[in-house]
């Protein structure tokens, strides 16, 4: 399994726009599914959007037009633009890697990363 870290968290205004990055620490070129998911406080860990290895994007309903994903399978990197940001985007974001996800876009095991915290503020 591929080691990965989130970076590029940050405060930020309301309106304003944050870049993610995932980096794996191995190819992710045969990784079927790359996501991001988040977890507010209190709430549990959802789904942002994932892209699978042919470049097919899902996105929840709550950040579509906002936020794009993309994957770089030469850098093993994806990441996760996020434009037009709301205080409800609050929280930790992760990364995840995985062959199989759940009918509800969830990962079915594969590699985590420890997160990185995005702070919105109103």
């Known amino acids: 399994q591929v080691q990965l870290v989130e970076s590029g968290g940050g405060l930020v205004q309301a309106g304003g726009s944050l870049r993610l990055s995932c980096a794996a620490s191995g190819s992710i070129s045969a990784i079927n599914f790359m996501g991001w998911y988040r977890q507010a406080p209190g709430k549990q860990r959802e789904l942002v959007t994932t892209i699978s290895s042919l470049g097919r994007t899902t996105y929840a309903d709550s950040v579509k037009g906002r936020f794009t994903i993309s994957r770089d399978n030469a850098k093993n990197t994806v990441y996760l633009q996020m434009n037009s940001l709301k205080p409800e985007d609050t929280a930790i974001y992760y990364c995840?890697?995985?062959?199989?996800?759940?009918?509800?876009?969830?990962?079915?095991?594969?590699?985590w990363g420890q997160g990185t915290q995005v702070t919105v503020s109103s």
């Open positions: 995840n890697a995985a062959q199989r996800l759940t009918m509800g876009r969830m990962p079915i095991g594969g590699s």
